[in-house]
């Protein structure tokens, strides 16, 4: 935590322990533990965990004991619910629909580029390249399909499901 660039100074200034904490720990890939988090947040080891197991304890988080401590992840529930409602906030029923329309239309290219109908099929071929480019290219086609898989479920549950989520927003208006 020394020789910050004026970015993190800026970051530290403008924005609560608690507030880099969540934002580190919600966009993890992979679980972490407190340090590491602690590290990126810039903060003590012992303020990541005090602020980690509020977010656990609010479903924002999961933790997992393992024989080297405690590693934090995000909750796929509540990045889900999460994501529904800026779905739902930023868009009509005709935006979502449209937003559905552009994913599907990403997926169809990738079934037509590659020939083949499943992310799974597409990193199956990665066994079959002649260069590292090509492999990483495939790869990070079969991320991107299954995130685009990802949000159209999610566009879809906001869809079928618009009248009974915006119930109450419309009804508060």
Do not use: C
Not at 80 to 96: C, K, P, S, V, Y
């Amino acid at each position: 935590m020394t020789d910050q660039t004026p970015g993190v100074e800026a970051w530290k200034e403008h924005t609560t322990a608690f507030d880099r904490v969540q934002a580190i720990s919600t966009s993890l890939s992979q679980p972490r533990s407190a340090s590491y988090i602690a590290d990126e947040a810039h903060v003590a080891e012992n303020t990541a965990r005090d602020h980690l197991e509020r977010l656990v304890n609010l479903n924002v988080l999961l933790k997992n004991e393992r024989d080297d401590g405690a590693y934090y992840s995000p909750d796929p529930l509540h990045t889900r619910i999460q994501t529904l409602r800026d779905l739902l906030e930023a868009h009509d029923r005709n935006g979502l629909i449209e937003l559905k329309a552009e994913l599907q239309s990403q997926i169809e290219d990738w079934q037509a580029d590659f020939g083949v109908t499943t992310p799974d099929e597409l990193r199956a071929r990665t066994a079959e390249t002649d260069t590292a480019l090509q492999t990483r290219e495939l790869k990070q086609a079969a991320s991107d399909w299954e995130l685009a898989r990802y949000r159209l479920s999610i566009l879809e549950d906001s869809i079928a499901n618009f009248e009974s989520y915006t119930q109450d927003v419309r009804a508060s208006a």
